[in-house]
């Protein structure tokens, strides 16, 4: 499983050039090529009665974000990169998903995104409307957070959240094509509370912590084998909450995270960890989805 080209998703406004270079440890693990997205929201191109697009509107904006793309490609141009740009007009995850289509990325890279409060309570975000309708990895790089810039490598400590599901195969896969690019991996597992409450007794519940070490302590073998630093941790509690703990006990830059795609209503009341923690995370979230080819 390579990762030869990432798309970029750009509005010029969370991700800047900065954030793209952040990206770059991304070589060391074979990354040469970049496509760059930007699309121009209907609701940002004026409209008048009768008339559709003010040309003289969108015109402006393509040539801006032309500008700045070329820009961009200069630098990464220097640094014997690969570089294809687009700029288009329309909704954003459709956009998305036809890029990545064309341009067979393995890498989706985008900002978190929200819609209106009374379309997101029917509908949800933007960012899980792109996770359900992707096959690809999404990074929710979340650049500029509350308390600042995340930081110079995103892919340096990465906090994995394993739930030995079929998910977890596909995160494991993905992380050791990522060699070069990691310094560390911490591997978290969380037993529920609601799981433990079904124990009848401590013996039992041993017997379970024991298990989950064991399996914990595999995937860290694996991960040394291929010269990773790997530790295993062990959680109890709400698995959110646990996740979102143990990347700050260990600084984390990045946490990863398995999903599978769902639909809409499936989603809203059954719930998804990841698509939740990639709608409010300060770090940036990497989903791999389990139908990822």
């Known amino acids: 499983m390579k990762i030869n080209k990432m798309l970029f998703v750009s509005e010029f406004e969370e991700l800047w050039l900065d954030a793209l270079q952040s990206l770059m440890s991304l070589r060391k693990a074979g990354m040469n090529n970049v496509a760059f997205l930007h699309v121009i929201s209907r609701d940002k191109v004026a409209m008048r009665r009768g008339t559709g697009y003010l ?19 200069e630098t ?5 990169m690969e570089v294809v740009a687009h700029i288009v007009i329309g909704n ?19 900002a978190r995104r929200k819609r209106a409060k009374l379309e997101e309570l029917y509908a949800g975000s933007e960012t899980s409307d792109l ?32 739930d030995w599901t079929e998910s977890s195969e596909k995160v494991l896969d993905y992380v050791l094509a990522l060699k070069g690019a990691v310094k560390r991996v911490d591997i978290i597992h969380v037993i529920s509370e609601k799981d433990v409450a079904k124990l009848s007794n401590k013996m039992e519940a041993q017997k379970v912590e024991r ?3 064991k399996r914990l302590d595999e995937v860290c073998d694996v991960l040394i084998k291929e010269k990773f630093d790997a530790r295993p941790h062990l959680y ?3 698995t959110e909450e646990q996740i979102e703990k143990g990347a700050s006990e260990h600084r984390s830059t990045m946490i990863v995270l398995g999903a599978k795609r769902k639909s809409i209503w499936k989603e809203k009341w059954s719930g998804s960890v990841s698509h939740s923690l990639a709608d409010k995370s300060e770090l940036p979230i990497l989903i791999i989805p389990a139908e990822i080819k």
Do not use: C, H, M
């Open 76 to 80: 990464l141009y220097e640094e014997g």
């Open 211 to 213: 298990k989950n070490k």
């Open 131 to 162: 996770l359900r309708r992707t096959d690809k990895p999404v990074l929710i790089y979340n650049y500029l957070s509350q308390s600042g810039k995340v930081g110079d490598n995103p892919f340096e400590r990465l906090l994995l959240g394993l």
């Open 236 to 238: 109890i509690g709400n």
């Open 55 to 73: 040309k003289q509107e969108e015109r402006k904006i393509r040539e801006i974000a032309d500008i700045r793309f070329i820009d961009w490609a």
């Open 92 to 110: 954003i995850v459709p956009k998305i998903l036809s890029v990545t289509e064309i341009e067979g990325v393995d890498l989706i890279v985008t």
